[in-house]
């Protein structure tokens, strides 16, 4: 495999505070990782880093072989970089195929593809039946339940056609059941080619999707393995245990 993710030697700080601290990692094209650590370990600092939404003082990233550092989110979202979930935002007049429709017709004139409005119908109606949400593709959000806003911000991500998708959070909120329709999903996306990043507080989940586990404590990554060595490392049991 090929890496498609590679961060070295990656600071940020807030003022004074050490968020992450000389993070180094690389993600190779096809994986199933885990991203797991305490509330407050810097997890979702990683992601802002990597996603652009946040600048990093100090290292360097690569995405799909190329430099990114510096480089605007919207630019990373083109290179086929995407996240999901924290904070659905769709639009909320809308129904939910033209949700999809916008960041569709937003990639397709990005990446300069010729598309009819015709096959870009498809491609959105297609998106919303992958996520089990076609039967409500003339609805507004409003009409969703919590695990079916999910599903519809999962289709929104994939209308970017994402290299790496990473999931911060995506299950928070949702039922046993619930949790296992998001992880069949995200899979099924991976057996589709996409690399996926997993950061879930919930064991169950993140051990049966991740092929492999990265822990943060305080900024840093203790460990990075498979998932059953690295739940029997001393240093993460203790981060876990107290
Ligand atoms: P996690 O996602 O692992 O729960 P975060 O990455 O959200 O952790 O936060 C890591 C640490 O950085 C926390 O102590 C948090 O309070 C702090 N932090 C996160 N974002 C900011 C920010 N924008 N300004 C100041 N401190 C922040
Ligand atoms: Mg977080």
């Known amino acids: ?18 968020a992450l601290d000389n993070i180094s990692l690389t993600v190779p094209a096809g994986e199933r990782l885990g991203l797991i650590g305490p509330n407050g370990s810097g997890k979702s600092t990683l992601v ?26 919207h630019k990373r979202t083109h290179l086929g970089l995407a996240r999901s979930f924290q904070l659905p935002r769709p639009f909320t007049s809308l129904s939910l195929v033209d ?4 960041p569709r017709l ?5 990446r300069g593809m010729h598309r009819t409005a015709e096959e870009i119908d ?7 039946r992958e996520v089990g949400l076609e039967a409500k593709a003339r609805h507004l959000p409003r009409d969703l339940t919590q695990v079916e806003m999910r599903k519809l ?7 970017a056609e994402p290299k790496l998708l990473i999931a911060d959070d995506a299950m928070a909120g949702l039922t046993h059941s619930e949790i296992g329709d998001i992880l069949a999903l995200l899979v099924r ?12 507080h919930i064991m169950s989940a993140v051990m049966s999707f991740s092929r492999r586990l990265v822990v943060l404590v305080s900024g840093r990554m203790i460990a990075d393995g498979k998932p059953d060595e690295v739940m029997r490392n001393p240093e993460v049991e203790k981060a876990y245990l107290g």
Not at 2 to 13: F, I, P
Not at 189 to 200: D, F, H, K, S, Y
């Open 122 to 128: 498809d491609h959105c109606h297609g998106l919303l």
């Open 1 to 18: 495999m090929s890496e498609l993710l590679e961060v070295d030697n990656l600071s940020k700080r807030f003022g004074g505070f050490v």
């Open 153 to 159: 911000e999962l289709a929104r991500a994939m209308a």
């Open 189 to 200: 996306l991976n057996a589709r080619g996409v690399t996926v990043i997993l950061i879930e």
């Open 48 to 73: 802002n880093c990597i996603c652009g939404t946040l600048r990093n003082e100090q290292g360097s990233m690569r995405f799909d072989g190329k430099p990114i550092d510096g480089m605007p989110a």
């Open 106 to 110: 937003y990639t397709v004139a990005a």
């Open 99 to 102: 949700n999809v429709r916008i």
